[in-house]
């Protein structure tokens, strides 16, 4: 007799459709690899969907899924923490295994959900937390079980790179740019999330407690976002061979870790450079590997559905045991960005000419760039700890009040 696996989706939005899509395109490789048939019983939404397949499967009340002891892998893709975390808690002390794509979810309750499903014995999966359709929780977990990593490099949020490469490659303004990326279904509902950093945070720090197995609190980790990169930068990175990509970065290094979130100028030999579009590009240095890159389709339905898939067949083939995957309440601490170094992209009101001395006496040799036509120069540092940098760009804008000028307009950390 054959059997079959029942599971519920929560949330048939961009990701949810996308679920409920792959699983009847692919119902063959799928049951061949869980070894059933998955089937979906109920999907939770609070609107009906009267033309679409699942019309007849919606329901509005998460108690059906609660109290149907059938149902034993429920999807999360409804985003956000309320009712995600409620409900995602509650299937789990039901003994149900829970599929989520909330990086938001993972990064505040993970800590404690993942200790739920070790004590219930079932799974707690989120591979489509973090890049979307790209393999990279189970990788960092599983394939590099040998190493240390030692640092995570990437471009972890398609909305922004979109944004970003459609302003540098095509003049494109960032309204009109943000407006397509959400057309796309790539951005969060909020997509302030997207574009001041804050979901490349809690990717970041996902993958920091993946690689320490330790509890990463993303409050922890400097944060900033690409609202206030302009048309003009990208015209100096261009002269400068390079690009602004929105990087989430984190170093470890003998128990101690380094990490932030902000708009990086890269040169054209860094691999990350050539992430474009909606694409996530992820390096993963590992001590004895040296550096692996994971890159492909960062946001999006069918990609980010597909390892959503992938975490349902995983939970099936695992029905009665719990498979460890990520990490224990043990805290990780993170060092302040104050002690961070980078090179730094400065620009700078006036003329380079009239402040050839100061900009000498407290930036020490740097790189001078100038745009035909404009009233301001900018200026590429060494490399600074980023505390040093910050007392020297304050004791520079005080001399240049002083002098009833306007002083640095822009600042973007440059890794050339
Ligand atoms: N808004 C997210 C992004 C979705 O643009 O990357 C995928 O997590």
Redesign the pocket.
């Known amino acids: 007799q054959r059997t079959m696996i029942k599971t519920a989706v929560m949330g048939y939005g961009t990701i949810g459709s996308g679920v409920v899509e792959i699983l009847e395109q692919n119902k063959d490789v799928i049951a061949k690899r869980a070894g059933q048939e998955v089937e979906l019983k109920y999907v939770l939404d609070l609107r009906e969907f009267p033309d679409s397949p699942v019309a007849d499967k919606i329901i509005h009340d998460f108690k059906t899924i609660e109290t149907d002891e059938e149902v034993k892998i429920v999807v999360e893709a409804m985003g956000g923490l309320n009712p995600a975390y409620p409900f995602v808690k509650a299937c789990l002390l039901g003994g149900k295994h829970v599929v989520t ?1 909330n ?1 938001a979810l993972v990064a505040a309750y993970g800590t404690e959900l993942l200790e739920i499903a070790r004590e219930k014995k079932v799974n707690f999966f989120f591979e489509a ?2 890049g ?1 359709g790209i393999p990279i929780i189970r990788p960092l977990y599983r394939c590099l079980m040998g190493e240390r990593i030692e640092e995570i490099s990437g471009i ?5 790179n ?1 944004i970003l490469t459609k302003m540098d490659k095509e003049g494109e303004s960032f309204e009109n740019a943000l407006k397509e ?1 959400q057309n796309l279904g ?3 509902r909020n997509p302030e ?2 574009v001041e950093g804050h ?1 490349t945070c809690r ?1 970041i720090a996902i993958l920091t407690a993946m690689a320490t197995g330790k509890e990463v609190n993303y409050e922890d980790i400097y944060t900033e976002g690409i609202t206030k990169i302009t048309d003009i930068d990208f015209k100096y990175a261009e002269k400068m061979g390079a690009s602004v990509k929105l990087l989430g970065t984190s170093r470890m290094k003998d128990g101690r870790v380094n990490a932030y979130v902000a708009p990086v100028m890269l040169d054209k030999t860094n691999p990350l450079y050539a992430v474009n579009d ?1 694409f ?1 590009g992820i390096m993963v240095k590992g001590n004895m590997l040296g550096t692996s890159m994971f890159y492909g389709s ?2 999006g339905k069918l990609p ?1 559905a597909s390892a959503v898939v992938a975490d349902i067949i995983e939970a099936a083939q695992n029905l009665e045991d719990h498979v460890e995957i990520g990490w224990t309440e043990e805290k990780q601490a993170i060092e302040p960005m104050d002690q961070a170094s980078f090179r730094y992209f400065v620009r700078i009101a006036g003329s380079y000419r009239n402040k050839e001395q100061d900009v000498k006496s407290l930036f020490g040799k740097v790189e001078v760039y100038e745009l035909y036509g404009m009233d301001e120069f900018a200026i590429l540092t060494q490399e600074m700890k980023e505390g040093e940098f910050k007392a020297a760009a304050i004791a520079f804008d005080t001399k240049e009040q002083a002098q009833s000028d306007f002083g640095i307009k822009q600042m973007i950390r440059a890794m050339l």
Do not use: I, M
């Open positions: 794509s990086k937390s973090v979307g972890l949020n398609g909305t922004t979109y990326a790539y951005a969060e999330a997207d979901d990717k909606v996530n960062g946001a980010t």
